[in-house]
């Protein structure tokens, strides 16, 4: 697993969140730097995949399928903060056994849900609140020719809501016209180490991230929500499978204190301000895990 990997996961929790993506990437930057990771580059494979992809070849040609008649609720993008923990799973994923889920996300406005296929391409659905951009297509494409650029297909879903279906791995129009097909309402199922938390006075779960060996959370009390992780009012917690713990941290990171502890063959990281170190401690002393 590389620092690039990590730093690939670190900007895809936060991305609808964060005013600057400069600063972001300074404050993920000395963030790596402190800790290695394991299984989270699995989180967002478009960059890495992006190379293989250019060069790989279609295996086979796949016939059209009619996309599925049952639209996606409008509730696909709940905020995390629902008062249950873990939050519940966005209701949409892809029903196809040739592509492995990796991970799911949600935020407030925003849901993720990746996939991977043979270590090389990723297909990956977001679902975000509002309108779409301006060359999305009205409504979820019934046509091949519908698509002007079939590894990427951003399309209203309704008045409230719209996505984006994208891929690396290189497809005909038909094909992705199949693969938009079976996007269907099922949430998707990842079994990962988080059980339960005890949520400090004052946060709430801004970011929460679920992958077979991690998961990544913020919190930020509600006037700190659009700057996290930037704030220093917030907290941020990562769990992973043989994660080697950092101890050191940047002058310049909103959140220097660095707190961690062991369950078993599993890493909990908190990373705080030094006025939320007792906030912290007590959330890192709160966690269960599944196994």
């Known amino acids: 697993m590389t620092d690039l990997d990590q730093l690939r996961r670190v900007l895809r929790a936060q991305e609808s ?10 404050v993920a930057t000395r963030r790596i730097r402190r800790r ?4 989270a580059g699995a989180v967002t494979l478009t960059v890495v995949a992006v190379g293989a992809g250019a060069i790989g070849l279609l295996e086979r040609q796949t016939a059209p399928v009619p996309p599925a008649t049952h639209p996606i609720p409008a509730a696909t993008t709940p905020s995390p903060d629902t008062g249950k923990f873990p939050p519940a799973a966005p209701p949409i ?4 056994s040739s592509w ?3 991970m799911w996300s949600v935020q407030p406005q925003f849901a993720a849900v990746h996939y ?23 409504e979820k494409p019934t046509a091949a020719g519908q698509l002007k650029h079939p590894q990427s297909v951003m399309w209203q879903d309704g008045p409230g809501h719209w996505v984006w279906a994208r891929t690396t791995k290189p497809v005909t129009a038909a094909e992705m016209l199949a693969l938009l097909g079976k996007i269907g309402a099922t949430p998707p199922v990842v079994q990962s180490p988080l059980k339960s938390l005890q949520l400090p006075g004052g946060q709430r779960v801004t970011s929460f991230t679920s992958e077979p060996e991690a998961n990544t959370l913020v919190l930020c009390p509600d006037s700190a929500t659009q700057r996290a992780p930037l704030d220093s009012r917030c907290l941020s917690m990562f769990v992973s499978l043989n994660e080697k713990a950092g101890d050191s ?7 220097p204190v660095h707190q961690n502890r062991t369950i078993g063959g599993y890493t909990i990281e908190v990373d705080s301000s030094r006025a939320n170190e007792p906030a912290a401690r007590a959330l890192l002393d709160s966690v269960r895990l599944n196994r």
């Open 17 to 26: 969140l964060a005013p600057d993506p400069d600063a972001v990437l300074a």
């Open 36 to 39: 290695r990771a394991t299984g």
């Open 93 to 96: 994923s892809l029903a196809d």
């Open 100 to 102: 492995q889920l990796l």
């Open 116 to 138: 991977g296929r043979d270590h090389r391409y990723a297909f990956e659905i977001d679902v975000r609140d509002g309108t779409a951009p301006r060359d999305a297509l009205p």
């Open 249 to 255: 941290a940047s002058p310049e990171d909103p959140l």
